[in-house]
C-alpha cells in the first residue's frame, strides 16, 4: 500500500472513532471558549486594545487546548492495545503517524473555526472582510502544532504524568508558531488590513522543517 | 545452574589527569584575565567584566546543546547507548552554562540598565532555549525503561535542536519591532577585552569537556549497575 493511501485509511479510522465518540472535539471547544472569557478579565475586552492583544490570548488558547487535545491521540490507542495492531498492518509506519497528524490538524482547525466567531463577537473585532486572510494564518499556524503536538503524544504516551508532560514538551517548541501567529493575526485585524508576508513565510518554514523531522524520526516512535 | 561471573567492561578514567590540570590553569588565567588584566570599561565600570564569563558560558552552551543534537541523531541511526549518554550529559552540562547565562545576565544588567530583566530578543530567546533543554530533562527523569527513554529523549532532543534557529529568528524579528534597550555602546573594544573574551570561551570549553566527559561516564556506570542489577534479578529468579 503506498504511503498516501495507507495515511488516508488511517485518517479516517481516526475521523469514524472521533465522530462516533464525539468526545473530544466538544470537550476542546468548550475549553477555549472558557480560557477567552477568563482572559476578558485581564483587560478591557471592548476596547481597542482587544486588536493589539486579542489575537496573542485567541493563540494562546489554541496552543493550550492542542496540547490537552492531543493527548489522547496516542493514548486513545494504548487503553485497548490497538497500536500493536497498528503497527502489525503492512504499511509505512510513518502513515500511522501521519493520518493521526491529519486527523489532529483537522479536529483543531475545526475547533477553531467554530470559536473564531465567537472570540469576534465578544472580543469585538471584525473578522468577516478579511477571513480568507485569517483562515490562511490559522491553516499555517495548526500545521505546525498538530506536526509536533502528534510526535510529542507519541513521546508523552510512553511516559509517566504524560498529562502534565505533554504541555511542557510542546509548549516552549512551540513559541515560534504562537509568535508569529500571533504577529500575523494582528496584521490581518489591524486597520488598514495587512497579511504580513514575513510571517507567513516563517510559519511556512516551520512547518516544513517539523514535517520533515517527523518524517525522518516517525518510524522510530512506534516501536516497540 | 553455575552463575556466570559477567567480566565488567573495565573503565578506564574518565579524564586525565592533565586536561583537569589544563582546565584549572585555563580558568585561572581567563579569571586573572577578566578580573585584572583587562581594563575598566568606561560606561558600566567594574561590572562589565562578569561580561567575559556570561558571554563565553552562552557560547559553551550552545556548542553542548549542538552536540545533543549531534548524539540524538547518532543515537537513532545506531542505537549505541554511549550516544544517548554523551546526549544526557551534554544537555545537563548545556543548562548548567545557559543558567550561568542567566544568573550572571541580570547580575550585569541591574547597575546598568536599572532593572534585573527585560523581555529583549537575546534574553528571552535564551531563556526559551534554557526551558527546552530543562523540559529534555525532565522527560528523561518520567521514562523508566532505559531503551526507551533514550528513543523518545533522542527524539525530543532532536526536535528541540531544530527549534534553537526558529525560536532566535521569531523572538529577533518580534522583538525588533519593539522598543528595546540598547545593548552595548559601539565603541572601539580594547583589544585586550576581545582577547579576554576568548581566553574565557576556551576555559568554560575546557570545563565543558571535562564535565561532559565526566557525567559521561557516571551515566556509563548507572547503566552497567542496571544492567547487573536485572541480570541478578533474573538469576535469583
Redesign the interface.
Known sequence: MTLARATSVILAKELRTEFRSRQLLGTTAVFVLIVIVLFSFTFNPTSTESRRFGPGLLWLAFLFAGSLMLQSSFLREQTNDTLAALRLAPIDPFSIIAGKMAANFLFLLLVEVILLPVFAVLYNVAILPVLPQLLLVLVMGTIGLAA?GT??SA?AA?????EL?LP??LL??L??VL??ST?ATIGVLQDPSELSL??LT?LA??DL??LT?AWM?GE??L?E | MATQVQTLPTTRPAISVPSVLLMFFLLAAASYGALIWAPTENTMGIVQRIFYFHVASAWSGFISFFIVFFGSVAYLRTRAPKWDWLSVASAEVGVAFFTVVLVTGPIWAKPVWGIWWTWDARLTSSFLLWVLFVSYLVLRTLVEEPERRALVSAVFGIFAALDIPLVYFSIWWFRTQHPQPVIGDGGKLDARMGWVLLLCWAATLGVMVVLIRLRYRLEALRSEVDALRMESARSTR
Open positions: 509536533t510526535v510529542f513521546v510512553q511516559a509517566r504524568l504524560r508532560l511542557l514538551l516552549p517548541v513559541a515560534p509568535i508569529a504577529e514575513v510571517w516563517f518554514c516551520f522543517i517539523f523531522a524520526v522510530y516512535l516501536e
